[in-house]
T-cell receptor
Framework: GAVVSQHPSRVICKSGTSVKIECRSL??????MFWYRQFPKQSLMLMAT?????????EQGVEKDKFLINHASLTLSTLTVTSAHPEDSSFYIC??????????????FGSGTRLTVV | AQKITQTQPGMFVQEKEAVTLDCTYD???????LFWYKQPSSGEMIFLIY??????QNATEGRYSLNFQKARKSANLVISASQLGDSAMYFC??????????????FGKGTLLTVNP
């Protein structure tokens, strides 16, 4: 089945530094990937839609300059949290869908990245 | 207005019994898909079941079934013969439109299911 690999699974960084999170589709090509943020005991909130070869589409209220998204190939999208602050601490999770499977089997999710900014 | 509403923050069920998790949705798009995901404490999102807006029959996947009532805009998840491993957060989600259109997922707030031995 479709597999999405996300790294790192956990990261602790100092306030003011940047953190890069990778999302890879291992056995399929993904022209579109989605980045979500989830606070404890809350739902997934879509941050942005990552499009291969073009600029990401950000949801309202998400700072583009703070959450940099790059989708340089059909199998890799990266989310960089720039100048991280404690309020950026959260669970970040990506998802993608096989082009031929989108209608019936939804979206495959990465295992998520738990970011802690100290 | 919320697109996906899950009114049960938490549910309890005895092992081996059935449980229904509620989900209502709001859309004016005639083409949409409804999904249920399970999220254990580890955080991974596990796909459970899918229902398309044009599907005539309710979806079933093993112990999971989706009670799709289109006129009421509800898509409740039924878990039969609950197991201890079913304890997790459950999310209902919707995609509006088909391939080629805006197909991002919108999630409900989730229901925390606890299965008691």
């Amino acid at each position: 089945g479709a597999v999405v690999s996300q790294h790192p699974s956990r990261v602790i960084c100092k306030s003011g530094t940047s953190v890069k999170i990778e999302c890879r589709s291992l056995d399929f090509q993904a022209t579109t990937m989605f980045w979500y943020r989830q606070f404890p005991k809350q739902s997934l909130m879509l941050m942005a839609t990552s499009n291969e070869g073009s600029k990401a589409t950000y949801e309202q209220g998400v700072e583009k300059d703070k959450f940099l998204i790059n989708h340089a190939s059909l199998t890799l999208s990266t989310l960089t949290v720039t100048s991280a602050h404690p309020e950026d601490s959260s669970f970040y999770i990506c998802s993608a869908s096989p082009l031929t499977d989108r209608n019936n089997y939804g979206y495959t999710f990465g295992s998520g990245t738990r970011l802690t900014v100290v | 207005a919320q697109k996906i509403t899950q009114t049960q923050p938490g549910m309890f069920v005895q092992e081996k019994e059935a449980v229904t998790l509620d989900c209502t949705y709001d859309t004016s798009d005639p083409s949409y898909g409804l999904f249920w995901y399970k999220q254990p404490s580890s955080g991974e999102m596990i796909f459970l079941i899918y229902q398309g807006s044009y599907d005539q029959q309710n979806a079933t996947e093993g112990r999971y079934s989706l009670n799709f009532q289109k006129a009421r805009k509800s898509a409740n998840l039924v878990i039969s013969a609950s197991q201890l491993g079913d304890s997790a957060m459950y999310f209902c989600a919707m995609r509006e439109g088909w391939t080629g259109s805006n197909y991002k997922l919108t999630f409900g707030k989730g229901t925390l299911l606890t299965v008691n031995p």
